[in-house]
């Protein structure tokens, strides 16, 4: 503290020079009479409290300078001895107590967080179990087999499969920036040289920084590769899901849930007041996305690409609203929407893309009643995409219609520990966009599941099937039926 270590120096000569000052008076009136007894002890008394003044702020500089110095032994005047010939001394009124000079400390800077400080490391891996119990596991050439565009390993060979191996790391880098990473180390390399697949690839998933302008985290400004505000499914993330996999009629839209991108989200401070409380409670919430959401997008997909100079503009909105006023204590039902307009330039099997851009134009609505016990979830959404006509061989813009409805239970208290059983319809039929020569889909299907929280890190999903469904290949047609049994183990950490 340089200001401390220079006035108390300074403070101390004062004091010196006060005292030095006193001593010509006290030996000019030292040739005075004395006066009496008691003005005697008043003067001793001033002096002595002074005294004690002086040497308070002695002891107060020093203990601010860290100086090890004992302080003095405080003296008493009035029982101390004096000489016969000292004179009295100077009335306490011609003596100015010393002012104590302001301390002024130093603020010393915050330390610097260290890189572990500011961001951690959590993830989640899901291992399935898929066997097609009846049906079209297999056909002829031209045909269309019991698949799936979600699961790869919905096979008639398969059996064991890593469908997500995920890694985040995500923290606040400011009070105005975060960052958030997350590659997945299931993905899987077709097209090898000898044609056979590879699976324990790594694929980027998301990658990008929010920005927060205000410092206000309602409001945040997102920039990177991320999800797609359309579809609360879309949004919702893979580990907190009830079903295995997402809807064929909501996710064609944005096939991966991915894009490169800026989108900004809103969300009013007494909305996430609703979303936290239901999140503490245990509900399935879709993330930490807005109320509100804009974005721009290259428009290309997940990992592809960018091929033109259009992009992809998409929005959204949903809102909760609480049910006590009915009657319906704790109970939320949110309700909400989100549009889409693009241009895609499907991958044709020629090679490369299609010469010229398709419209991508799609709006969808969503509803959820969060479950206490029982609650609905359920999206659909219209619009026009590309597709495969047979007739012409060749892709056109054609109209898409498709979404869900599940039935879902949120059971806290049993003898086998907390669980969620549903139950999901689904219906598509429409182009698939990402993959080649944009095929036609045609999905039904009926899924009954159980979800099992074992314990915070592992979870237990069951489900089995009914399905109806052409598979996404240009070169087959018909309708594959069948029943699929699929069971997946989830762990978190």
Request: contains cysteine; aromatic residues 8%.
């Amino acid at each position: 503290m340089p200001q401390m270590s220079c006035e108390s120096p300074s403070i101390l000569i004062a004091a010196a020079l006060l005292m030095g000052a006193s001593a010509p008076a006290l030996s000019q009136n030292a040739q005075e009479p004395p006066s009496g007894e008691a003005d005697q002890a008043r003067t001793i008394a001033d002096l002595q409290r002074q005294i004690d003044e002086l040497k308070a702020i002695m002891v107060a500089l020093q203990a601010a300078q860290g100086s090890a110095a004992p302080a003095p032994e405080p003296t008493n005047l009035a029982t101390a001895p004096m000489a016969q010939s000292a004179a009295p001394v100077l009335p306490a009124s011609t003596i100015q107590p010393i002012q104590q000079p302001p301390l002024q400390l130093a603020a010393a800077p915050p330390p610097r967080k260290a890189w572990y400080e500011k961001l951690r490391l959590r993830g989640y891996t899901q291992m399935r179990f898929n066997q097609i119990v009846s049906g079209d596991a297999e056909a002829p050439a031209g045909i269309s087999r019991l698949r799936s565009v979600h699961d790869s390993a919905i096979n008639a060979g398969s059996n064991f499969s890593f469908r997500r191996m995920r890694l985040v790391l995500q923290g606040d880098l400011s009070d105005h920036v975060s960052v958030y990473f997350q590659p997945d180390f299931a993905a899987a390399v077709s097209n090898q040289s000898v044609g056979e697949r590879r699976e324990g690839t790594v694929s980027l998933r998301d990658m990008y920084a929010d920005v927060f302008p205000t410092g206000d985290k309602s409001f945040r400004i997102r920039l990177g590769q991320s999800k797609v505000p359309y579809g609360w499914e879309n949004l919702q993330s893979s580990s907190n899901r009830l079903a295995l996999d997402r809807t064929d009629a909501i996710n064609t839209a944005a096939p991966g849930e991915r894009d490169l991108g800026i989108v900004a989200y809103y969300t009013p401070p007494r909305v996430q007041a609703i979303w936290d409380r239901l999140s503490g409670n245990g509900q399935k919430l879709f993330g930490s996305y807005g109320a509100f959401g804009l974005g721009v997008f290259n428009g290309q997909g997940l990992n592809r690409t960018e091929v033109d100079n259009d992009v992809m503009t998409v929005a959204l909105a949903t809102w909760p609203f609480e049910l006590d006023g009915l009657g319906l204590n704790g109970q939320v039902f949110e309700i909400g929407g989100a549009i889409m307009r693009n241009t895609i330039r499907p991958e044709v099997r020629t090679g490369g893309v299609s010469p010229v851009g398709f419209k991508d134009n799609r709006v969808a609505v969503h509803a959820v009643l969060y479950p206490q016990p029982f609650g609905v979830q359920a999206e659909w959404n219209w619009g026009t995409g590309p597709e495969f006509v047979p007739a012409t061989g060749q892709i056109e813009e054609r109209p898409i219609d498709g979404g869900y409805v599940q039935l879902m239970g949120k059971i806290d208290q049993s003898p086998i520990g907390p669980f969620y059983p549903f139950a999901r319809w689904q219906y598509y039929r429409g182009g698939f966009k990402a993959a080649v020569n944009a095929p036609r889909l045609e999905t039904e299907e009926i899924e009954l599941g159980f979800e099992f929280q074992i314990d915070p890190a592992l979870e237990l999903t069951a489900t089995y099937g009914w399905a109806s469904r052409k598979e996404a290949d240009e070169r087959r047609v018909g309708q594959a039926e069948g029943q699929i049994l699929r069971i997946q183990a989830q762990w978190n950490y």
